[in-house]
């Protein structure tokens, strides 16, 4: 856990050069989205193909939730909310399905 707790991931994702997703809940409590996500965008700036997200209302699951405690978890009959699997499919699709392997 110290580990975790000292890494700091802004060198790495500076030196990628491949498209990048990052997405966060607005409601995530484990991973605070609106702390995580600019410094994400920031440690990328130099990569040309960056799509960085908060998706509202999702939990750390990307649940639809209330609170985003963890203890919401198993009450959410809704594993992973359809607007954030239709924004993955769809930036998988632009990038690397069939119409952008004819560009």
Known sequence: ??????????????????????LGGSLDRQVVSAENLPA??????ANPDVTVVELPGLNHMFQPSRTGTMSEYREIPETFAPAAMRLVTRWINDRFGPAATRR
């Not at 802004?10 to 050069?17: G, I, S």
């Open 40 to 45: 994400i965008r920031q440690a990328l700036a």
């Open 1 to 22: 856990m110290r580990y975790f707790l000292r890494y700091d991931p802004a060198p790495t994702l500076a030196r990628l050069r491949v498209p990048v997703l990052a």
